[in-house]
């Protein structure tokens, strides 16, 4: 049995039954030659380094999955032909590789756009990015932040003296 896995990029407008009918034909036509399907993974949505059929984002999905030696070939060209005829408004890029059969299957995938929240500064922080908006921002953020407390509890303090 050799291990492949099969990167798909689609539409961000793709329904869960759209996804639903990708995941049942991997199952169905892996199982049919002899193989299985190891893993579906839907990773989420990302920004692209350049746009593809005019979209700017698109959702990834990792299929990992076993065939026999000897029915890789149909597979494959059935497999073109169902993201080519079936998928062609689902479905924008597909890559197909082999994978060693002793490496891991562990991966790293990066932080979706829809799943990240925050603000500029935490962002800087966890990246390590701090010196990106100039020498020292944290202090210069800092500086900031005391001068506007302090200027507040100037404004506190004479609205109480108003108030006597």
């Excluded at 890789?72 to 080519?84: G, V």
């Excluded at 082999?98 to 500064?121: C, F, H, I, Q």
Aim: aromatic content about 12%; hydrophobic content about 30%; some cysteine.
């Amino acid at each position: 049995m050799l291990l492949y896995e099969t990167l798909i990029l689609s539409n961000t407008h793709v329904t869960n039954d759209e996804f639903s009918m990708i995941e049942d034909f991997f199952d169905k036509f892996t199982s049919d030659v002899g193989g299985m399907v190891k893993s579906f993974d839907k990773w989420g949505k990302y920004r692209l380094a350049y746009p593809v059929r005019k979209n700017d984002y698109g959702i990834y999905s990792l299929v990992r999955f076993e065939l026999p030696e000897d029915k890789a070939s149909n597979f494959f060209k059935e497999l073109d032909s169902f993201f080519k005829i079936k998928c062609n408004d689902i479905v924008f890029r597909n890559v197909t590789k082999r994978l060693d059969n002793t490496a891991s299957l562990e991966y790293k995938k990066p932080e979706p756009v829809d799943a990240r929240s925050g603000n500029l500064d935490t962002f800087l922080k966890e990246n390590k990015m701090e010196s990106f908006l100039g020498g020292n921002y944290s202090s210069k953020k800092k500086q900031a932040e005391s001068a506007s407390e302090k200027k507040e509890s100037k404004e506190t303090k004479q609205e109480e003296k108003k108030e006597d």
